[in-house]
Structures are given as structure tokens and as C-alpha cells.
């Protein structure tokens, strides 16, 4: 076992539904984090109190901070990575939950190939079974690049592991695609980020559609264009890629729309490769 440290950073907004199971399944994981950070991003209702209740009987070491202000999932998370004390940082949003394996699978990938950054992995929407144990010889990797995230959003949030000293954040001023923004970053800086083709992670709400963030397209639509837009403006994309990656991300928009127009709440079952 690697005696590499992992912070979880959990932010949380009116959780107290949720956020019990979220920190019962990182209690559960083969290779514990040194802690858990919970940014209470002022909510309204009990979150604060069952975090606390739940630290009471919890085996990691919790640390609560509550937001002044309501100010969005991506500063939240920017506040608890920059507490973080731990060689890599996790985040997981309260609603959803880990597979026991998560964090043991992922700090070896990365114990074993310093210069990757970042890694990842596939997520389940729907029935998801965390009791099947994974055989490590059988893991398949793949190693992505700042152009593969550019044809979609290879990581989902809660999936995702980083080296803490990275100099990286999530973009303040974004509530939507936050996360794409500094996946993008980091692929474009770093060059390695390693995707391992396991489903570790329960997401309550689908990639698009459902009732979370995830269901305001037409926000996510404009926070992709802003996150293109602001790459170019920062170098980062190269001036000939602009105008195809914002067609191509148009075109996806479109075909969402139809989608969740046409099916609904049966939007939850599509492929995470749209």
C-alpha cells in the first residue's frame, strides 16, 4: 500500500439528504485519505449539523468551512484545495459516492508514473453495484490530450485525482463547465492525463439533463463557448481550432436538446460518449 496522502474535498450546498452516504463511502475505501474537507457553500438547511454528526463516528479526520455566501461548486472546491495538507486531492460532490477501489487504483496509476498530473475515471448513472471487487491486473489505461478534451469532457468531476502543488483552479467566475475549463488547463500544461477505464464513482445526475446543474443546457452551452473563448484568449488554443470546436460543441448542444426533449427523464440512461 502506497503511503501516498489524499485530501477529499466535498462541497456542499443544502446536502443534508445526501451527504452522509457521500462520506460513509470514502470511509470505506481500501486506502483511507488523511482527510476530508466539506465546504458548506452557505446552505440553508441542516448540512452543517449532519456533517458534524457524521465527523463524530467517522474514521477520517473532518474539517467543516462554511462559505459566507452562496458562491458556486468551483470556488468551493478552489477553498478546500488550497487547505488540503495531502500529496494528491480528490473531489467528490455530495450527492454522489465512490466505489471502495476508487482511491487505492487511482494513487497507484499515479505513484507509479510521477508525471502524470491528473487521472480519472468512467462514472455510473443508475443501478451501480460498489460491492464487486475490481482485479488490478485487469485495468485497462488510456492516456488523454489537451485534444481529446477538446472534442468533449473526458472527466466528471467527482472521478477526478490531482497533485495538490499543481498552480491550477477551477475559473472563479463560472458556475457551469468550471470543470472542463481546468481539465482542459491542466491537459494543455501537463500534457498526462491518465483516464482508467473502470466505472468508480455513482453520479446521481446523468452528464446532461436530470434535475442538477447538469440539466441547464443551454448554461452549460455558453459556459463551453466562454471556457473556448478564454483558452484563446489565453494562448492556450491554437486560432485556426476556435471556430471548429465551437461548431463542434454546438452541433453536441443541439443533439442534447433533441435528446432531452424527445426522452425526458429517460435521459439518464445515455452514453457518457456523447
Same mark, same amino acid.
Not at 475490481?134 to 472521478?159: G, K, Y
Given at each position: 500500500?502506497?503511503?501516498?496522502?489524499?485530501?477529499?474535498?466535498?462541497?456542499?450546498?443544502?446536502?443534508?439528504?445526501?451527504?452522509?452516504?457521500?462520506?460513509?463511502?470514502?470511509?470505506?475505501?481500501?486506502?483511507?485519505?488523511?482527510?476530508?474537507?466539506?465546504?458548506?457553500?452557505?446552505? !440553508?438547511?441542516?448540512?452543517?449539523?449532519?456533517?458534524?454528526?457524521?465527523?463524530?463516528?467517522?474514521?477520517?479526520?473532518?474539517?467543516?468551512?462554511?462559505?459566507?455566501?452562496?458562491?458556486?461548486?468551483?470556488?468551493?472546491?478552489? !477553498?478546500?484545495?488550497?487547505?488540503?495538507?495531502?500529496?494528491? #486531492?480528490?473531489?467528490?460532490?455530495?450527492?454522489?459516492?465512490?466505489?471502495?477501489?476508487?482511491?487505492?487504483?487511482?494513487? !497507484?496509476?499515479?505513484?507509479?508514473?510521477?508525471?502524470?498530473?491528473?487521472?480519472?475515471?468512467?462514472?455510473?448513472?443508475?443501478?451501480?453495484?460498489?460491492?464487486?471487487?475490481?482485479?488490478?491486473?485487469?485495468? #485497462?489505461?488510456?492516456?488523454?490530450?489537451?485534444?481529446?478534451?477538446?472534442?468533449?469532457?473526458?472527466?466528471? !468531476?467527482?472521478?477526478?485525482?490531482?497533485?495538490?502543488?499543481?498552480?491550477?483552479? *477551477?475559473?472563479?467566475?463560472?458556475?457551469?463547465?468550471?470543470?472542463?475549463?481546468?481539465?482542459?488547463?491542466?491537459?494543455?500544461?501537463?500534457?498526462?492525463?491518465?483516464?482508467?477505464?473502470?466505472?468508480?464513482?455513482?453520479?446521481?445526475?446523468?452528464?446532461?439533463?436530470?434535475?442538477?446543474?447538469?440539466?441547464?443546457?443551454?448554461?452549460?452551452?455558453?459556459?463551453?463557448?466562454?471556457? *473556448?473563448?478564454?483558452?484563446?484568449?489565453?494562448?492556450?488554443?491554437?486560432?485556426?481550432?476556435?471556430?471548429? #470546436?465551437?461548431?463542434?460543441?454546438?452541433?453536441?448542444?443541439?443533439?442534447?436538446?433533441?435528446?432531452?426533449?424527445?426522452?425526458?427523464?429517460?435521459?439518464?440512461?445515455?452514453?457518457?460518449?456523447?
Amino acid at each position: 500500500m502506497t503511503t501516498v496522502s489524499v485530501s477529499v474535498v466535498i462541497p456542499a450546498f443544502n446536502a443534508a439528504l445526501t451527504i452522509d452516504r457521500a462520506i460513509q463511502s470514502i470511509q470505506r475505501q481500501t486506502q483511507l485519505p488523511r482527510e476530508i474537507i466539506v465546504v458548506d457553500d452557505a446552505s !440553508t438547511d441542516n448540512t452543517r449539523q449532519v456533517v458534524a454528526n457524521t465527523a463524530q463516528e467517522c474514521t477520517v479526520p473532518i474539517r467543516l468551512v462554511t462559505n459566507s455566501q452562496n458562491v458556486g461548486p468551483g470556488v468551493s472546491r478552489n !477553498t478546500g484545495w488550497d487547505l488540503a495538507t495531502s500529496d494528491l #486531492v480528490a473531489f467528490l460532490d455530495s450527492d454522489d459516492f465512490w466505489h471502495p477501489q476508487k482511491l487505492a487504483i487511482q494513487v !497507484t496509476q499515479m505513484c507509479a508514473e510521477p508525471e502524470i498530473v491528473m487521472s480519472c475515471h468512467d462514472r455510473s448513472v443508475g443501478d451501480f453495484s460498489t460491492s464487486n471487487s475490481v482485479q488490478i491486473s485487469n485495468i #485497462v489505461v488510456q492516456d488523454l490530450s489537451f485534444r481529446d478534451f477538446l472534442i468533449r469532457n473526458r472527466c466528471a !468531476t467527482p472521478s477526478v485525482l490531482v497533485r495538490r502543488t499543481i498552480r491550477e483552479r *477551477f475559473h472563479p467566475e463560472l458556475r457551469f463547465a468550471e470543470d472542463y475549463h481546468l481539465w482542459l488547463r491542466i491537459a494543455r500544461n501537463y500534457k498526462r492525463v491518465r483516464f482508467i477505464e473502470l466505472s468508480l464513482v455513482h453520479c446521481v445526475n446523468p452528464a446532461y439533463g436530470g434535475p442538477g446543474l447538469s440539466g441547464k443546457l443551454w448554461l452549460m452551452f455558453q459556459s463551453e463557448i466562454r471556457v *473556448f473563448i478564454a483558452l484563446r484568449q489565453q494562448q492556450a488554443l491554437p486560432g485556426l481550432l476556435l471556430v471548429p #470546436v465551437i461548431a463542434w460543441s454546438t452541433m453536441r448542444f443541439l443533439v442534447r436538446l433533441v435528446d432531452h426533449l424527445i426522452l425526458g427523464d429517460r435521459i439518464q440512461t445515455v452514453s457518457e460518449s456523447r
